[in-house]
């Protein structure tokens, strides 16, 4: 008898290490980088899960450009041809540009060149952060939500730089992109909770039958 309780013991604690394995892996995927952003340069951007399915969005501008703008996409939906020569993704309402210390880049100005450069990039950083509710989208411009009965939603986002000129402009005269073109991601909770969860948690209670 004291043989079989020693046993039924050590196969109990042996579950639950397995079980507690699972859940880690499940929480926290072994190697998996958090995506903060870009972080370095006169234009920083990131983007972070707030939770009730909303992320919030900050720019942080030490230029005198105000059009650097958030360019976001949901659960890798396609972009749309607007007319303006390039693939376009999500706006906001308003639109989540940067903002920036006066005096701001002018209206009117002459070509700006390496030589006669009327962008600046050594101001004091000003901060401008947006939060979208991706259960409330404005569909009057946007898409609506994909896959609306998922709890978490796949955000990626990347910042575009308009109009042309303003710090130089590609070659074919599309408006320059910051961190060409790369998608940074932030991944948004909470969006549907009584969506069952799918997940090795589900396991924990089968361990101990």
């Known amino acids: 008898m004291k043989t079989s309780i020693n046993r039924s013991v ?5 579950t ?3 079980a507690g394995a699972i859940l880690g892996l499940a929480q926290a995927p072994a190697g ?3 995506d903060n952003g870009q972080r370095t340069g006169p234009v920083q951007f990131w983007a972070t899960d707030k939770g009730g399915c909303k992320a919030e969005f900050n720019i942080l501008n030490s230029t005198n450009v105000t059009t650097y703008t958030i360019d976001w996409r949901i659960d890798d939906e396609a972009g749309r041809d607007i007319g303006v020569g390039f693939d376009v993704w999500r706006t906001g309402t308003p639109n989540m540009a940067s903002k920036a210390a006066s005096p701001t880049w002018p209206d009117e100005v002459p070509e700006n060149t390496v030589d006669n450069r009327t962008m600046v990039s050594d101001r004091d950083p000003v901060l401008a952060t947006y939060v979208q509710d991706l259960k409330n989208i404005n569909a009057s411009w946007n898409p609506a939500l994909p ?4 709890n978490t939603h796949k955000v990626d986002y990347r910042i575009v730089l308009g109009p042309p000129g303003n710090n130089g402009q590609t070659p074919d005269e599309k408006p320059e992109w910051l961190g060409d073109r790369a998608w940074h991601t932030v991944t948004v909770t909470g969006c549907n909770p009584s969506t069952p969860s799918t997940g090795s948690a589900d396991l924990l209670p089968s361990l101990f039958r």
Do not use: G, H, L, T
């Open 147 to 150: 896959n609306p009965d998922a």
């Open 10 to 14: 050590r196969i109990s604690a042996a």
């Open 32 to 34: 998996a980088a958090v």
């Open 16 to 18: 639950v290490v397995a």
